[in-house]
């Protein structure tokens, strides 16, 4: 993706990265500045992949942090039992904290 744009083109792309601007805010600037509707796309496209990109490595590491909660939440469940003391927080809160993580991270994984 990066190939298809020009040094220039790159420089702009980054530019709008770093405002944080919606892709509407990039369609009129561009249109200000009298970039051809083909360069407009490859940017706008360049900024889409980039925030994708961003948003999924967000979401794997939301996943892996639920998937630890999981993990840690069975086997102090399993401690606990064995035990014979009260296992309820570590069975149903670490569980809740650990399925809202996991959403969350596969949330952003499926784009949503």
């Keep these: 993706m990066n190939a298809a ?6 420089s702009i792309a980054q530019s709008f990265l770093k405002k944080n ?31 994708i990109r961003k948003k999924r490595n967000r979401g794997f590491i939301f996943t892996g942090i639920g998937v630890t909660f999981l993990t840690l939440g069975f086997l102090l469940t399993m401690i606990l039992i064995n035990l014979g003391v009260n296992h309820n927080l570590a069975l149903y809160g670490l569980t809740s904290i650990g399925i809202v993580f996991v959403m969350t991270g596969m949330i952003d994984i499926l784009g949503w």
């Design 5 to 10: 744009l020009s040094p220039q083109q790159m």
């Design 21 to 51: 601007c919606s892709f509407e805010q990039i369609r009129a600037e561009l249109q200000k500045q009298n970039i051809n509707d083909n360069s407009l796309n490859e940017i706008i496209n360049y900024v889409k992949g980039f925030r």
